[in-house]
Nanobody
Framework: VQLQASGGGLVQAGGSLRLSCAAS????????MKWYRQAPGKQRELVAT???????NYVGSVKGRFTISRDNAKSTVYLQMNSLKREDTAVYYC????????WGQGTQVTVSS
């Protein structure tokens, strides 16, 4: 299993980023996929979920700002992040549900004021 997250970077508050996660080694199209994040000194938290049928869930702090989507043909899940805030600063990871033990290296998102 490989989960390769990309698209992070440094952005000013109020800006946008689009994260991608390319998956391989499992049947992506029937798997629910999740985005998580881990800020320095904090536990990893679930940010967004997209189910195989396309339904989505979000943690309250990102509702209305983040959008999770998927492209089954490319085995890729995306996270569109708008109206970014400093508290969104974290390393972002994707994983399936249930999660694989191997997480991948994630992608750093840094939001400056």
């Amino acid at each position: 299993v490989q989960l390769q997250a990309s698209g992070g970077g440094l952005v000013q508050a109020g800006g946008s980023l689009r994260l991608s996660c390319a998956a391989s080694g499992f049947i992506f199209s029937i798997s629910a996929m999740k985005w998580y994040r881990q800020a320095p000194g904090k536990q990893r938290e679930l940010v967004a979920t997209i189910f195989s049928g396309g339904g989505t869930n979000y943690v309250g702090s990102v509702k209305g700002r983040f959008t999770i989507s998927r492209d089954n043909a490319k085995s890729t899940v995306y996270l569109q992040m708008n109206s970014l805030k400093r508290e969104d600063t974290a390393v972002y990871y994707c994983n399936a549900d249930p999660p694989f033990a191997r997480w991948g290296q994630g992608t750093q998102v840094t939001v400056s004021s």
